[in-house]
């Protein structure tokens, strides 16, 4: 399991999904289809089965969804735990 900070940043594009960045000593290194890979994630105590993304610009990012957040966004630093979903 890796514990970090992160900042949340919202995707300018199509959607305007929030992230949280992941530190790349912190990234997993199994990369599922579409470049996802299988994780639990919690922010700031709240926990959920997700999947981790890989984008050429911005590394790996852990999209955090509104319900999760509790109304932090763009700028808004959060505490992230993260470990490896095998079973899915």
């Known amino acids: ?34 470049g996802r890979t299988p994780v639990i994630a919690t922010v700031d105590g709240m926990s959920w089965a997700t999947s981790v993304w890989r984008d050429k610009t911005h590394g790996t990012l852990l999209p955090v969804p509104a319900r999760i957040r509790r109304g932090k966004g763009h700028g808004d630093l959060v505490v992230v735990e993260i470990e490896m979903d095998l079973g899915r």
């Open 1 to 34: 399991m890796a514990t970090f900070e992160a900042t949340l940043m919202k995707w300018s594009g199509k959607g305007a999904w929030t992230f949280a960045p992941v530190p790349v000593q912190h990234a997993p290194d199994i990369v599922g289809s579409w």
